[in-house]
């Protein structure tokens, strides 16, 4: 199964960018990257996926490498409501049944 | 609206007792999960289900059993053969086989055992 790396804290100033990295040198060529955050005591909620495509959503872009072994998750302009852990997660296929592997995540604080 | 609504959010229960966790999807979502989360950890998969009347052992699914009648509902027990039961517990559901927007998580339930 592939696993993923994540820095476990990271500061960012209110109303810059903040890149969030992670490493997945294991991934498979058809297993996707997934992304998402968790404000305390709720669940996560997605943000964004890709698999090989630089991917752009309302909440956040998403650059994947070229040899798919890392990926930057860039929200354009935080806020202190995107104070959360975030998630980089592999979705790893197992015959047909879909299965995310959580890490420990990168907990972002934007400061005021 | 449509969604994934856990309950009760707030559990407490003495050692030695048996205790069910609702979860319940109106998206028609066919896959189902439940994770547990300790603090400041990640994600642990517990069971997982992607048709009525199956489910999967997830990766720490001693202690515990699902059953899932109904699509829309997939009720997690922690049995008292679960040694560390106080923990977040999280249910999720999914579209089988597409990627699409991945998981809908509900809001959790706090297990504290007393």
């Known amino acids: 199964d592939a696993k993923t790396t994540q820095p476990p804290s990271m500061d960012c100033a209110e109303g810059r960018a903040a890149n969030l990295p992670c490493n997945h040198s294991?991934?498979?060529?058809?297993?996707?990257v997934y992304w998402y955050r968790q404000i305390h005591s709720q669940g996560p909620q997605y943000i964004i996926h890709g698999l090989k495509n630089n991917e752009t959503n309302e909440m956040a872009s998403l650059i994947i490498t070229e040899d798919r072994k890392s990926s930057t998750l860039i929200l354009p302009h935080a806020t202190l409501r995107d104070t959360a852990v975030y998630y980089c997660i592999v979705r790893v296929d197992t015959s047909g049944t879909y299965k995310y592997i959580f890490g420990t995540g990168t907990r972002l604080k934007v400061l005021a | 609206d449509g969604g994934i609504t856990q309950s009760p959010k707030y559990l407490f229960r003495k050692e030695g007792q048996n205790v069910t966790l609702s979860c319940e999807q109106n998206?028609?979502?066919?896959?189902m999960y439940w994770y547990r989360q300790d603090p400041g950890q990640g994600l642990r998969l517990i069971y997982y289900s992607q048709i009525v009347n199956d489910f999967q052992k997830g990766d720490i699914a001693e202690g515990y059993s699902v059953s899932r009648e109904k699509k829309e509902s997939f009720p997690l027990t922690v049995t008292s053969a679960q040694k560390n039961p106080t923990a977040f517990y999280l249910c999720?559901?999914?579209?089988?086989?597409?990627?699409?927007?991945?998981?809908?998580f509900g809001s959790g339930t706090r297990l504290t055992v007393v």
């Open positions: 998206l028609n979502h066919d896959a």
């Open positions: 999720a559901s999914s579209f089988s086989l597409q990627g699409g927007y991945g998981y809908t």
């Open positions: 294991t991934i498979s060529g058809n297993e996707y």
